[in-house]
């Protein structure tokens, strides 16, 4: 495709359940990048991708979330138990991977609400 | 520690002008993004500076002074498609760090 895509666009599920968030970045983008977006708010950092492996997971806020890359490809982001405070928009994000002038083409975003 | 303020809303007459300012204490620098956000939809790049000094693209113009930290985004003729938020972000390495954003509303 030409842009990032993420299913799903939308997310209902209750306290306690799993949930996996799925990204498709832009074709031949080394770097992913996963967001958190609380309504009203800026973009909180969760974790990059560089091929498959995640050199920084600094934002990940516990251990009930996880992500995986394969194939240099597409991105899962598994929360597990799900909180309220987990309601969010998930946005990925994918870039050619530079130091410097390294723009970050957004998807359209996972909406998740937890019940 | 990453510090990236910028002011929470503002609001404009169409066809006026509007300066969205952004100030950082960072650990790091490379450069620094402006992005647009409209309700609801994803962020989209709208200029990026990496010196200090003016870059002017169209109706939207954005300023750097590493110097002082300090960044503005300068939105001229607004329109009413302006109403959005603009996301002030820093570039360090591979990573960006993000302002809370500034929600720009424009009236007729």
């Known amino acids: 495709g030409a842009g990032v895509s993420q299913s799903p666009s939308n997310k209902v599920t209750e306290k306690g359940k799993d949930v996996e968030l799925r990204c498709d970045p832009i074709?031949?983008?080394?770097?992913l990048y996963w967001y958190r977006q609380r309504l009203g708010q800026g973009l909180e950092f969760l974790i990059y991708?560089?091929?498959?492996?995640?050199?920084?997971k600094s934002g990940l806020p516990s251990d009930r979330f996880s992500a995986e890359r394969t194939g240099e490809s597409v991105s899962t982001l598994t929360i597990q138990r799900t909180q309220q405070e987990d309601s969010a928009v998930y946005l990925c994000?994918?870039?050619?991977?530079?130091?410097?002038?390294?723009?970050?083409?957004f998807g359209p975003g996972t909406r998740l609400t937890v019940l | 520690g990453q510090n990236i303020d910028q002011p929470t809303e503002m609001t404009a007459t169409e066809g006026a002008i509007v300066q969205i300012n952004c100030t950082y204490q960072?650990?790091?620098?490379?450069?620094l993004f402006w992005y647009q956000q409209h309700a609801g939809e994803a962020p989209t790049f709208l200029s990026y500076?990496?010196?200090?000094g003016l870059e002017e693209k169209g109706r939207f113009s954005s300023f750097l002074s590493r110097s002082k930290g300090y960044s503005y985004l300068l939105l001229k003729e607004l329109q009413m498609k302006d109403s959005a938020s603009y996301l002030c972000?820093?570039?360090?390495?591979?990573?960006?760090?993000f302002g809370a954003g500034t929600t720009v509303t424009v009236r007729a």
């Open positions: 994000a994918s870039s050619l991977g530079t130091t410097r002038f390294n723009e970050q083409f």
């Open positions: 074709s031949g983008h080394t770097a």
């Open positions: 991708f560089q091929g498959n492996s995640a050199p920084d």
């Open positions: 960072t650990s790091g620098f490379n450069g």
């Open positions: 500076n990496v010196l200090d």
């Open positions: 972000a820093v570039e360090n390495d591979y990573k960006l760090s």
